[in-house]
């Protein structure tokens, strides 16, 4: 994932727009195939630190961040979406957490930033649930904060120009205070989520759930 300062040719060092990128429609597929191929937990445990890393300074990062999500944002690409200030979704795109459907439980810091949106209980719903929701639904619910029917990108720039015009600095103090108060809750749930991870894709349900993601059929878990 890369983030840019404002685009077409708005450069502001305290504001940075994370733009809708097709990868994040393929980052539950990336986690499957990342747990499978990471087999050592020496290397499973690398890869799980830099997405923490990423996440703790995206979140820390002392600008306001605006997301766009087009598309899909699902998985890891959810979470790192919802580590910005504000998150815009086109009406279409789809969004979900979708890891229980392999076995697992979120990561990149999807318990603290669902819970920090929906509430703890809203958010085990949707996690367990399996919900794959619209943008249209995902701003009904509170996971984003604004959703277009038109360009993504132009209307996280219109947001971004509109900010620009905002006292900054006193945004960044609040800003900072919020996130400040609430990194060790942050970092409590990235190194739950990283043992966690660890722990279920030794499971039978996961690989179950793994098979049955390849074979393109629904999974029978057995709670094991």
Partial sequence: ?????????????????????????????????????????????????????????????????????????VGLGLSLALTADYVIAQSDAKLGVLFMGIGLAPDGGGHFFLSERLGVHKAKQFTWGLQQVTGKEAKEMGVVDIVTSGDVLEDATEQAQQLLAAPMIAMLKTKLMYHQEKRAQLEYYLQEERESQWELRNTEDHKEGVAAFIDKRFPTFKGK
Avoid at 38 to 48: L, Q, Y
Avoid at 52 to 66: H, N, R, S
Wanted: zero cysteines; hydrophobic letters at 45%; a negative charge.
């Fill in 1 to 73: 994932m890369s983030a840019y300062d404002t685009p077409k040719g708005m450069l502001h060092a305290e504001l940075t727009i994370i733009p809708p990128l097709k990868e994040w429609a393929f980052s539950f597929v990336s986690s499957v195939n990342m747990l499978q191929e990471n087999s050592e937990k020496e290397d499973f445990e690398k890869i799980m630190v830099t997405i923490e890393k990423i996440v703790l300074k995206l979140y820390m990062m002392p600008k306001i961040i605006v997301s766009a999500i087009q598309g899909s944002a």
